[in-house]
């Protein structure tokens, strides 16, 4: 891993990854995106970690693509134009079904601008907290594009609805955090200086909870959103369940919570 992305562990429990091209508003290169993708596969292997914080290094969370150039692609010159732009292309996206496919619970601390690729990192994310300095737009369709890119078509409407995410696709407008915690694109909003802050007091709810039951939710919320009737939801959910009841850390959380401390989880 580059120093296009940086790993922080402010607990053993708790990752921190920052996008690191401060100069670029964290623009996304192609050593920024592998970067990332081998900080969320260093994060989904590390036992200890329960939750994981991406930010953004300096005044911007990630300005979408780089537009002064991406980089080069491996046996690029092997490739056609249309092959080498499809593999850019499957490259970026691809960092939204590996944030979904990560155990641990993805926490957005958005910090200033958040546009293309960059709003499709926090909307792939778990939750989304922004600071009061943050700014979202979907940038594609103001440079020539389509507005639907990187997962951002499926996941917009389902956070903020079909009509509000038609009209951000439509006009690519620049909103604000109030804004976005307004329609639901975030939960909180807090003054700058306590962003990560307030990502840490998120992610201390979460690790409250068992290691087992929080990946759990997280994969079946996302598959649940994918399914086609209510009744392919439940019967996930009962399967899940019953998965659940059979760990050790479901039973230390029965007993925790009748014996009025906090629990004990060895995630087993």
């Known amino acids: 891993m580059s120093d296009a992305v940086l790993l922080?562990?402010?607990?053993?429990d708790i990752t921190v990854i920052t996008l690191n091209r401060p100069e670029k508003l964290n623009a996304m290169n192609r050593d920024l995106v592998i970067s990332l993708h081998?900080?969320?596969d260093a994060v989904d292997a590390d036992t200890n970690c329960r939750v994981a914080i991406v930010t953004g290094a300096g005044r911007g969370f990630c300005a979408g693509l780089d537009l002064s150039g991406y980089g080069t692609v491996p046996a690029g010159e092997a490739m056609g134009n249309i092959h080498q732009l499809l593999h850019i292309q499957q490259e970026i996206a691809q960092l939204i079904p590996h944030l979904r496919s990560v155990r641990k619970p993805v926490i957005a601390a958005v910090n200033g601008p958040a546009a293309g690729g960059g709003l499709a990192v926090v909307l792939g994310a778990d939750i989304r907290i922004a600071a009061e300095s943050a700014r979202f737009n979907v940038a594609f369709v103001r440079i020539g594009l389509s507005g639907c890119d990187t997962g951002v078509s499926w996941l917009l409407p389902r956070l903020v609805g079909a009509a509000r995410a038609h009209e951000l696709l439509l006009?690519?407008?620049?909103?604000d955090?109030?804004?976005a915690e307004h329609i639901g694109l975030v939960t909180q909003v807090v003054p700058d200086s306590e962003l990560i802050d307030a990502a840490m007091t998120k992610a201390d709810l979460v690790c409250a909870n068992s290691p087992f039951g929080i990946w759990m939710t997280k994969e079946v919320m996302w598959?649940?959103?994918?399914?086609s009737s209510q009744r392919a939801a439940i019967d996930l959910e009962n399967r899940t369940q019953i998965l659940a009841?059979?760990?050790?850390?479901?039973?230390?959380a029965m007993s925790a919570f009748l014996q009025k401390r906090p629990p004990n989880f060895e995630n087993r």
């Not at 598959?223 to 399914?227: D, G, I, P």
């Not at 009841?245 to 230390?252: G, N």
């Open 38 to 40: 081998k900080a969320l």
């Open 245 to 252: 009841m059979q760990t050790a850390d479901m039973a230390e």
């Open 171 to 175: 006009t690519g407008r620049i909103f």
């Open 223 to 227: 598959s649940n959103l994918e399914v």
């Open 8 to 12: 922080d562990h402010p607990r053993p």
């Open 177 to 179: 955090a109030r804004e």
